[in-house]
């Protein structure tokens, strides 16, 4: 956007209060932003992705006070949660990992053949939203939220003494292999990632179930962080992430492409 066109926003209703010509320059400045991402052949990915880093990025800042409500020294702090509620919590933060999501995929087998084929598009978003979690979580190298360093980003590069019993490791975020390294992959939330892909999915199957799934996947979310697994901005980052992964198995479509026919020899 032109340096012209920013003054003209800024100056446009000038006799306005200060925070609404605030507001009217930024959507000035966002709104191509938005534009591009909302294209047609950016559409399966963009927009999760740009709303997501915003979201990530707003989070971000309230990592610290966020968990200081919620742990203290790697345990629980000022909300206890215990008894029947939290083993509740426990299995419903599940939705959408392998057990529920096999226990769903045949109710839906049995239940509605119409639907069956659809379930490839299910696993095409379960497995790009592996790709992109894990490669994130590798790539990101974010300490979990009972290390204590809500502000560390390792990167691909940078190593972590992971603790390990009575010992320590000192590792990059990449050693899939070295026990505990799980301690480094905060970011982002897996299990929000795979709770959102099942949410989109059966909401799109079922609208009727739309508000339900939204609750499914918030739960999740929010469990997550209350259980101190992850700090808030891990969360957003994983329902963009999931919406990223159900965008693009949708736009492949692969449950609707036909294969056709070999032409016959001449």
């Known amino acids: 956007m032109s340096?012209?066109?920013l003054r003209i926003s800024w100056e446009h209703n000038h006799t306005l209060p200060l925070p609404i010509r605030l507001l009217h320059l930024i959507w000035a400045i966002w709104s191509p932003v938005h534009r591009w991402a909302a294209a047609d052949s950016r559409r399966p990915w963009a927009p999760a992705a740009l709303y997501g880093l915003l979201a990530t990025a707003i989070l971000w800042q309230f990592d610290p006070w966020a968990m200081s409500l919620i742990?203290?020294?790697?345990?629980?702090?000022?909300?206890?949660?215990?008894?029947?509620?939290?083993?509740?919590?426990?299995?419903?933060?599940?939705?959408?990992?392998?057990?529920?999501?096999?226990?769903?995929?045949?109710?839906?087998?049995?239940?509605?053949?119409?639907?069956?084929?659809?379930?490839?598009?299910?696993?095409?978003?379960?497995?790009?939203?592996?790709?992109?979690?894990?490669?994130?979580k590798m790539l990101i190298g974010r300490p979990r939220p009972q290390l204590g360093?809500?502000?560390?980003?390792?990167?691909p590069f940078g190593m972590y003494p992971i603790p390990t019993g009575?010992?320590?490791?000192?590792?990059?975020?990449?050693?899939?292999?070295?026990?505990?390294?799980?301690?480094?992959?905060?970011?982002?939330s897996s299990h929000t990632v795979f709770a959102v892909v099942a949410a989109a999915m059966l909401a799109t199957w079922y609208p009727r179930l739309r508000w339900l799934m939204v609750a499914m996947a918030g739960l999740v979310a929010v469990a997550r962080v209350v259980f101190?697994?992850?700090?808030?901005?891990?969360?957003?980052?994983g329902i963009a992430v999931g919406l990223i992964a159900v965008g693009l198995a949708n736009h492949l479509n692969l449950s609707n492409r036909k294969i056709a026919p070999h032409a016959p020899n001449a």
């Open 228 to 237: 101190g697994a992850h700090y808030p901005s891990d969360v957003a980052a």
């Open 71 to 136: 742990t203290a020294n790697g345990t629980r702090g000022s909300l206890p949660i215990g008894g029947d509620i939290r083993r509740e919590l426990e299995v419903l933060q599940q939705f959408g990992q392998g057990g529920m999501t096999l226990v769903v995929v045949l109710a839906v087998w049995l239940l509605d053949p119409q639907n069956r084929r659809q379930l490839l598009d299910w696993l095409v978003a379960i497995g790009i939203a592996a790709l992109l979690a894990f490669g994130l």
């Open 166 to 188: 009575e010992s320590y490791v000192v590792t990059h975020p990449w050693a899939f292999w070295q026990e505990g390294i799980a301690k480094l992959w905060s970011m982002p």
């Open 3 to 5: 340096v012209n066109k």
């Open 149 to 155: 360093e809500p502000d560390m980003i390792l990167g």
